[in-house]
């Protein structure tokens, strides 16, 4: 039986039992990157190689943030996956001084088969307009078979598993006390509406669902005939006019067009055997990818693996964003779950985060930026003292680096 293992719920507090999709906490088959809380770091220059310390914390008290993005304006926009009440997910801006707002709340989040919420995941930004990640939710169950997923009758939401597109003025960013999104309003967008919402004070902000990925697809066993493979999406990069995802759940990256929303499979990634813990999980290491940048005209795309996460197991690679070939970039890490390039003077430098270290399996140890001045050189530490961080963006103009932690619900710094 394979390991299914997904990034938004392999980071678990809790080790996963199953299989696993992403990276969350849970079963191994169904495992999500549910990290526990938003710690964003501001990291020292590229050129860097001493540690940073422990950062200085920014804002504490995120609801399970995953995702980071960075506006023009310098703040940091925080996709939050929420709490256990349903379709808590939330997006909100944080300034470089800590000051938290609320751009959009009551975005669509669950609780699924692996007992954490999931909800928004990876964001992003160019000009004006925000694209956020909809993740897995409680779209899937838990099956009677461990680590397997039954579809859910009745989800919270009919827009998990979906790319939006938030328009939203400079005006907005500034001084907005918050939207709230409706269910009335997902289900407008679930069939094609654009939403727009207004605060009464003049201000507005325009939604749109820019693709819809199937929630699940059929992955039967003889005896559990209505088992199936959920859909996860975890990251994600603009290139151009094209959107490229990452899906934990479905070990793929979809390209989707984000004029027309088309989409397709640009590349697929297999199972390694599970060598190292033979007696953990399955026997099958699933890819589970998570961090996706852009670089050269390449796409990079970090592979985090399932259970039981054995070390030395987890790679960058590159990828061919027309022909979907793929070829190893930087290999023998653990639980790699996000990559920045970095700019002049740095070029041809690479940031990696490492949602947690350490040689056994699952979590033993604490989440790590590495620093390869090359992608064939040896890593410097630039951090060691994350608890299961899950993404990270560089200001370019100051040289630093906010990261989201997930068991802290913190935003740091690190300069």
């Given at each position: 039986m394979s390991s299914h293992v997904d990034p938004s719920r392999t980071l678990a507090v809790v080790p996963p039992r199953g299989r696993g999709r992403l990276v969350s906490a849970g079963r191994a088959a169904a495992t999500r990157l549910a990290v526990a809380g938003a710690l964003v770091l501001a990291l020292v220059a590229a050129e860097a190689s001493a540690q940073l310390g422990p950062g200085t914390t920014v804002v504490s008290d995120l609801r399970r943030p995953i995702g980071l993005a960075l506006s023009n304006q310098g703040n940091v926009l925080v996709s939050e996956t929420g709490t256990p009440t349903p379709n808590s997910g939330r997006l909100s801006i944080v300034s470089p001084g800590g000051?938290?707002?609320?751009?959009?709340?009551?975005?669509?989040?669950?609780?699924?088969?692996?007992?954490?919420?999931?909800?928004?995941?990876?964001?992003?930004?160019?000009g004006r307009?925000?694209?956020?990640?909809?993740?897995?939710?409680?779209?899937?169950?838990?099956?009677?078979?461990?680590?397997?997923?039954?579809?859910?009758?009745?989800?919270?939401?009919?827009?998990?598993?979906?790319?939006?597109?938030?328009?939203?003025?400079?005006?907005?960013?500034?001084?907005?006390?918050?939207?709230?999104?409706?269910?009335?309003?997902?289900?407008?967008?679930?069939?094609?509406?654009?939403?727009?919402?207004?605060?009464?004070?003049?201000?507005?902000?325009?939604?749109?669902?820019?693709?819809?990925?199937?929630?699940?697809?059929?992955?039967?066993?003889?005896?559990?005939?209505?088992?199936?493979?959920?859909?996860?999406?975890?990251?994600?990069?603009?290139?151009?006019?094209?959107?490229?995802?990452?899906?934990?759940?479905?070990?793929?990256?979809?390209?989707?067009?984000?004029?027309?929303?088309?989409?397709?499979?640009?590349?697929?990634?297999?199972?390694i055997p599970n060598s190292l813990f033979p007696g953990v999980g399955g026997p099958e290491t699933e890819a589970v990818p998570?961090?996706?940048?852009?670089?050269?005209?390449?796409?990079?795309?970090t592979l985090f693996r399932g259970v039981p996460f054995p070390p030395g197991t987890s790679v960058v690679l590159r990828i061919d964003p027309a022909t979907g070939a793929q070829e190893p970039f930087i290999t023998g890490l653990k639980t790699a779950i996000d990559i920045v390039p970095e700019p002049p003077p740095a070029k041809g430098s690479y940031l990696v985060l490492q949602h947690s270290s350490g040689d056994g399996p699952f979590f033993p140890g604490p989440g790590l930026v590495l620093r390869f001045p090359s992608a064939s050189a040896p890593a410097e530490t630039l951090a060691d003292c994350l608890e299961r961080p899950t993404s990270m963006v560089l200001d370019e103009k100051t040289g630093t680096i906010y990261v989201a932690e997930l068991l802290t619900g913190r935003l740091a710094a690190f300069r």
């Open positions: 000051a938290r707002r609320t751009l959009l709340d009551g975005l669509p989040s669950g609780i699924g088969d692996v007992g954490d919420p999931s909800g928004p995941s990876g964001v992003i930004i160019r307009t925000a694209y956020l990640l909809i993740g897995i939710g409680d779209s899937a169950l838990a099956a009677p078979v461990p680590g397997r997923q039954l579809p859910n009758p009745n989800p919270s939401s009919p827009i998990f598993s979906s790319v939006l597109a938030i328009h939203f003025s400079a005006a907005v960013e500034k001084t907005t006390a918050g939207f709230t999104l409706s269910q009335a309003d997902q289900e407008a967008l679930a069939a094609g509406e654009t939403v727009t919402l207004s605060n009464g004070g003049g201000d507005s902000v325009t939604i749109e669902l820019v693709a819809d990925f199937p929630d699940h697809i059929p992955n039967p066993l003889p005896e559990f005939p209505e088992i199936v493979r959920s859909s996860n999406p975890f990251s994600l990069v603009l290139v151009a006019d094209q959107l490229y995802v990452t899906d934990g759940g479905r070990n793929l990256v979809w390209k989707v067009d984000v004029s027309s929303g088309d989409f397709a499979a640009l590349a697929e990634f297999p199972t998570t961090g996706i940048a852009y670089d050269d005209g390449q796409l990079l795309v």
